[in-house]
């Protein structure tokens, strides 16, 4: 229990920067082990983010809730897998054989194609989340963050990290499947806070992940820690619209 504690506060400090202990793991091996605590973190994360929106809401008004939410999100996280969407556009977009892409997502500048994602992303995620009924917003913001979490370590289990090196190569190992279970539960038991009939949300979720899959396959044959990020703003994004449709079918 004691290690799986230690993992779980390694992945807390790799992907956010909340500070943790000392004995906290940094080496490759226990980041790689760590994906699995992936979508934990992101019940963290949606956390803050409905608790900076409950607080927010007191005072302001729907929409400046919603923005301090995300804005609480973006340092939380150090805009970690927003970079990775800007650095995947761009190299998805701008680039056409595999080594091109490749070093085009390398490139710090951001391009075009990586701006445009970025402030498209953002605007939808504002957007789709002040139409939300103000009650269900904390729910879905745990339930996105966490599930949407879960997609990418899905990304991890199913392809092959196609660099030699990078920012996602500590991970790029394939879980175990006992690794794969906890990294379900985590990503999973969060659905619970939501009515079933949001559930229908998972439908648009799961069409993004098996398009933006099949993209990574065919262009590149596996993945990068960018594509890892951009799956995750992806599936977020897509989770939020679809409990958004969601609800207004129910209505």
């Known amino acids: 229990m004691k290690q799986e504690f230690r993992l779980f506060f390694t992945a807390l400090m790799f992907f956010t920067r909340i500070p943790c202990a000392r004995w906290a793991g940094s080496s490759e091996d226990d980041l790689n082990r760590a994906s699995r605590y992936f979508p934990l973190v992101g019940v963290i994360v949606g956390l803050v983010a ?20 995300i804005a609480a999100t973006l340092w939380l996280t150090g805009a970690f897998h927003e970079d990775g969407l800007a650095d995947a556009a761009d190299g998805l977009g701008g680039g056409w054989e595999k080594e091109q892409v490749l070093t085009i997502m390398q490139d710090s500048r951001l391009g075009s194609y990586g701006a445009l994602a970025m402030i498209m992303a953002l605007l939808t995620k504002f957007q789709t989340l002040a139409h939300l009924t103000p009650a269900m917003i904390p729910a879905i913001l745990i339930a996105g963050h966490a599930f949407s979490r879960f997609c990418a370590v899905l990304v991890i289990s199913t392809q092959q990290y196609v660099r030699s090196n990078g920012k996602a190569k500590p991970l790029a190992t394939r879980l175990s499947k006992g690794g794969l279970a906890v990294a379900a539960v985590g990503g999973l038991a969060p659905l619970a806070l939501l009515s079933p009939n949001l559930l229908w949300a998972l439908v648009p979720v799961s069409l993004v992940w098996l398009w933006f899959s099949r993209m990574l396959k065919r262009r590149l044959g596996g993945y990068t820690g960018d594509c890892l990020g951009a799956m995750q703003q992806l599936c977020e994004l897509a989770f939020y619209l679809g409990v958004l449709g969601a609800m207004g079918v129910a209505v």
Request: glycine share 0%.
């Open 50 to 69: 409905a608790l900076v929106y409950l607080a927010a809401k007191l005072v302001f008004p729907q929409e400046v809730a919603v923005l301090a939410s």
